[in-house]
């Protein structure tokens, strides 16, 4: 079955989150979005802000995960990500391998309308740093996460909140998403070369 490569830059590095919208989802490694930083600037219809990258220095380099899917689960994906519906799809953007510093071609979803002023659900940004914390991102990378504001989802529509919250217990996650946010940092060690973010 013909693959393609997907690069995962926000709740889909968990791959466990992955997994669940495409069966046949295997990471490959880390890589990067070179001149790329991550907001939180798609609108959600729950309200909230979802993952988006928007250029920025040259020097700037947003690590992510690279996944390979099977061609047949693109339309899975699409319909997980709200192509469409807020999000489009590029299929050549180019990302630079951690393993082998090779550039290549990924297919990546992006905003169509970035509004900065969004703030992310704090599950939300739990299922990103438990994703960093699979692929062993480094304490700055950590740091980085970690620094941005998010807010308590206590409101309906609740959205993807409860299939969050059952992979967030599966990944480990405390309850507490407070507590969890706080041990991170703590908890990030440097890595071998070989798959540290950096």
């Given at each position: 079955?013909?693959?393609?490569?997907?690069?995962?830059?926000?709740?889909n590095?968990?791959?466990?989150?992955?997994?669940?919208?495409?069966?046949?989802?295997?990471?490959?490694?880390?890589a990067?979005?070179?001149g790329?930083r991550l907001?939180?600037s798609?609108?959600?219809?729950?309200?909230?802000?979802?993952?988006?990258?928007?250029?920025?220095r040259?020097?700037?380099?947003?690590?992510?995960?690279?996944?390979?899917?099977?061609v047949?689960?693109r339309?899975d994906l699409?319909?997980?990500?709200?192509?469409g519906?807020?999000?489009?799809?590029?299929?050549?953007?180019?990302?630079?391998?951690h393993?082998?510093?090779?550039?290549?071609?990924?297919?990546v979803?992006?905003?169509?309308k970035?509004?900065?002023?969004?703030?992310?659900?704090d599950?939300?940004?739990a299922?990103?740093v438990?994703?960093?914390?699979?692929?062993?991102?480094?304490?700055?990378?950590?740091?980085?996460?970690?620094?941005f504001?998010?807010?308590p989802?206590?409101?309906?529509?609740w959205?993807?909140?409860?299939d969050?919250?059952?992979?967030?217990?599966?990944?480990?996650?405390?309850?507490?998403?407070a507590v969890y946010?706080?041990a991170?940092?703590?908890?990030?060690?440097?890595?071998?070369?070989?798959?540290?973010a950096?």
């Amino acid at each position: 079955m013909p693959r393609f490569l997907y690069f995962g830059y926000g709740s889909n590095m968990l791959t466990a989150r992955l997994k669940a919208r495409c069966k046949s989802t295997m990471p490959v490694c880390v890589a990067f979005a070179e001149g790329h930083r991550l907001t939180f600037s798609k609108s959600s219809f729950d309200g909230s802000g979802k993952g988006h990258l928007v250029q920025a220095r040259k020097r700037t380099r947003q690590p992510g995960v690279l996944f390979e899917i099977d061609v047949n689960e693109r339309g899975d994906l699409d319909e997980a990500e709200g192509l469409g519906n807020g999000y489009y799809r590029n299929d050549e953007f180019p990302v630079r391998r951690h393993d082998t510093k090779e550039i290549v071609s990924s297919s990546v979803y992006l905003a169509e309308k970035p509004d900065l002023t969004l703030i992310p659900y704090d599950w939300y940004l739990a299922l990103i740093v438990a994703g960093a914390r699979e692929h062993r991102f480094d304490r700055r990378r950590m740091r980085e996460l970690l620094a941005f504001e998010c807010r308590p989802h206590v409101n309906r529509p609740w959205g993807g909140k409860p299939d969050a919250l059952k992979l967030l217990q599966a990944a480990g996650v405390d309850d507490d998403l407070a507590v969890y946010f706080g041990a991170q940092i703590d908890l990030a060690h440097p890595l071998s070369p070989r798959h540290r973010a950096v």
